[in-house]
């Protein structure tokens, strides 16, 4: 039965690696239903827990280390999951339900100690910059609007507004951040144990993973 486990069994942990933009949240859940149900912990969903390094721009400077990174409660609530103690998802309170596999969001892969030795399988998703900078503009703009008129015309004046601030806003983040996700995202891709092809369709990106994780755990039972 679906999220049923065997006790002596420990859960199989999925990590999906990638750049920003790279599309790691449609992926994972796409696979949390391919895999009964698997719960799936988001990075961004710990951001208030996150304990980064006390001068960000000399950490960046000096290699960006992962390490240096904490997040006390992210280990706590992987950990829970591994015992079979079902947690609450930090942005939203959703109950979270053990299953024999966990899938976790998390950019540097195994880049960090405090949870590298409970994971089982990292995935990188392999999306070229353009393709993830294109994505995450289209994330905060109404593209739907758009795609169906090919204009804005007609929107209100505080809706474009609220957009073009929503952009410039994200443009002003990534910029303070660019050097931090390259150099994540580059460890990430070193020591991943596959290489997906981010470009696919994501059944066809659900299918590669799939089929990485029955050839190194022998089988999806």
């Known amino acids: 039965m679906p999220g049923k486990q065997n006790p002596s069994a420990k859960p199989y942990v999925i990590v999906i690696a990638g750049y920003v933009g790279s599309g790691k949240s449609t992926i994972a859940a796409n ?7 698997a719960p799936v912990l988001i990075f961004d969903h710990y951001e208030k827990y996150v304990e980064w390094p006390q001068d960000i721009n000399q950490w960046m400077r000096d290699g960006a280390d992962p390490n240096q990174i904490h997040i006390p409660k992210l ?18 309170g959703k109950r979270i339900i053990p299953s024999k596999y966990i899938l976790l969001e998390e950019p540097s892969g195994r880049g960090r100690q405090e949870i590298r030795e409970t994971i089982d399988l990292v995935v990188y998703i392999d999306v070229p910059q353009d393709v993830c900078l294109t ?11 758009w795609n169906s008129k090919g204009t804005f015309e007609g929107e209100s ?3 474009l507004v609220r957009q073009l601030d929503a952009v410039a806003s994200w443009i002003n983040q990534y910029r ?3 050097s931090m996700y390259m150099l994540g995202s580059g460890m990430a891709l ?22 990485a994780i029955k050839d190194k755990k ?3 039972v």
């Open 31 to 37: 696979l949390s239903r391919m895999l009964e149900d």
């Open 75 to 92: 280990k706590e609530d992987l950990l829970s999951l591994l015992k079979g103690i079902p947690i609450a998802d930090p942005l939203n």
């Open 135 to 145: 994505r995450l503009v289209e994330r905060v703009m109404d593209m739907e609007v």
């Open 157 to 159: 004046k505080e809706e």
């Open 176 to 178: 303070r951040a660019r």
């Open 190 to 211: 070193q020591k991943a144990d596959i290489i997906v092809n981010g470009m696919k369709t994501i059944e066809e990106i659900t299918t590669d993973v799939l089929t």
């Open 218 to 220: 022998g089988t999806l």
